[in-house]
C-alpha cells in the first residue's frame, strides 16, 4: 500500500507588509474628505464669485452674416450679486436679436422694482416688452431665440424661448436647465394644433423649426408665442459650471462630448473656446456661440474635483 507524502511546497507566511500604507491611505482619504467638507462650507458661506467667457464664430462658409447675439450685464442695478446672461439667435435678419441685447438690461432691471421680486413676472413682462418693441421695428419676418440667465446671490433662473440651451455641468452631469421649444415636443405640437396653427414638412407653417420665439409676427396666427419657460436652481457646491450656446453647437456637440471638453480645460475662457472649435470642427452649419459661467474661483483645480 502506497502512501501519500506530504507536499514539500512552501508556502509564503501571510504578513500585514502593507498595513501602514493602508492606514496611510485611510487617512489620504478621510483629509480629503475633510478638506472638501471645508470647501463646501466655505463655499455656502461666501458670496457667489462668477467667471466667465464668451466665444464666437460667424462660420462664413456656411452663414453669410451672424445672427448670434450674446450679453453679458454684471452688477445689474448696481448690485454686484446680480448678473445677466443672455444669447440671442436670429433669423430673418439681425434686427429683432439687436433689439433684446440693446434693451433687455434696461427692461428687466425695471420689471425687477415693479414685479416686487416676483421673478416670474419680471420674466414675462420683459419677454412681452421685447417683443412689442420687435412689433414697433416691423419684425414681421424677423425673429430670434432668447435664453436669459440671471443670477441672484445663489438664485440661477434661466427663462427661454426657442432652441438655444443652456445646461449646468453638476459633478459628472450635465443638467438641461433650458427648454427647448419646436415640433418634436408633444405639448408644444399640440398646444399650436389647437390654436389652429400650421404645421408644414415638420415646421410652423413650414418656416419655423421652433415654438416660441421673440419677433416673427407673420407666424403669430400660427401659435407661435414669446411667453418663455422658466427655471429655478439654487447654485450648490458641485454645479461647476453653466453653458449657454446657440444650436449651432448643440446641432453637433453632444453631452458626452461636453463633459470630455470640460475635464480638459482649466477655466472658462479655455472652455467656451474648445466648445466652438469642436463645432466647427464636426462641421456645424450654422453660427456658432457660446456663454461659460463658472461658480469657482480657483477653476483651475476644479478637474482634480470632479
Not at 506530504?6 to 491611505?25: A, E, F, G, I, T
Not at 463633459?259 to 470642427?281: F, P, Q, S
Request: aromatic share 8%.
Amino acid at each position: 500500500m502506497s502512501s501519500i507524502s506530504p507536499s514539500k511546497k512552501k508556502y509564503r507566511p501571510y504578513r500585514l507588509r502593507n498595513s501602514s500604507n493602508v492606514l496611510k491611505y485611510s487617512e489620504m482619504s478621510l483629509n480629503s474628505n475633510k478638506e472638501k467638507l471645508k470647501e463646501e462650507i466655505k463655499f455656502n458661506l461666501s458670496p457667489l464669485k462668477l467667471n466667465y467667457s464668451i466665444n464666437e464664430f460667424q462660420n462664413q462658409s456656411h452663414r453669410e452674416y451672424m445672427e448670434d447675439f450674446t450679453l453679458i450685464h454684471p452688477n445689474l442695478d448696481n448690485d454686484p450679486q446680480k448678473t445677466l446672461f443672455c444669447l440671442f439667435d436670429g433669423h430673418g435678419g439681425t434686427l429683432s436679436a439687436e433689439i433684446c441685447k440693446n434693451n433687455i438690461a434696461q427692461i428687466f432691471t425695471e420689471n425687477l422694482s415693479k414685479n416686487n421680486g416676483n421673478i416670474a413676472e419680471c420674466f414675462l413682462n420683459t419677454f412681452n416688452e421685447l417683443d412689442s418693441l420687435c412689433l414697433k421695428e416691423d419684425c414681421i419676418e424677423i425673429g430670434n431665440t432668447a435664453t436669459v440667465i440671471f443670477i441672484d446671490e445663489k438664485n440661477l433662473y434661466c427663462a427661454n424661448v426657442g432652441d438655444s440651451r443652456a445646461v449646468v455641468i453638476y459633478n459628472e452631469s450635465v443638467i438641461n436647465i433650458s427648454y427647448d421649444d419646436n415640433l418634436k415636443d408633444e405639448k408644444e405640437k399640440n398646444r399650436i394644433l389647437k390654436e389652429n396653427g400650421i404645421i408644414k414638412n415638420k415646421k410652423l407653417n413650414g418656416i419655423l423649426s421652433i415654438t416660441r420665439a421673440i419677433g416673427d409676427f407673420d407666424q403669430k396666427k400660427n401659435g407661435l408665442i414669446c411667453v418663455p419657460h422658466l427655471n429655478k436652481r439654487e447654485i450648490c457646491y458641485n454645479d461647476k459650471f453653466v453653458i449657454v450656446a446657440s444650436d449651432g453647437i448643440w446641432d453637433v456637440v453632444t453631452n458626452e462630448m461636453l463633459l470630455n471638453v470640460v475635464h480638459r480645460c482649466k477655466n472658462c475662457e479655455e472652455i467656451a473656446k474648445k466648445i466652438v472649435n469642436l463645432a466647427i470642427n464636426l462641421e456645424s452649419k450654422d453660427n456658432i456661440s457660446c456663454i461659460v459661467i463658472g461658480f469657482h474661483e480657483e477653476e483651475s483645480k476644479l478637474n482634480d474635483k470632479f
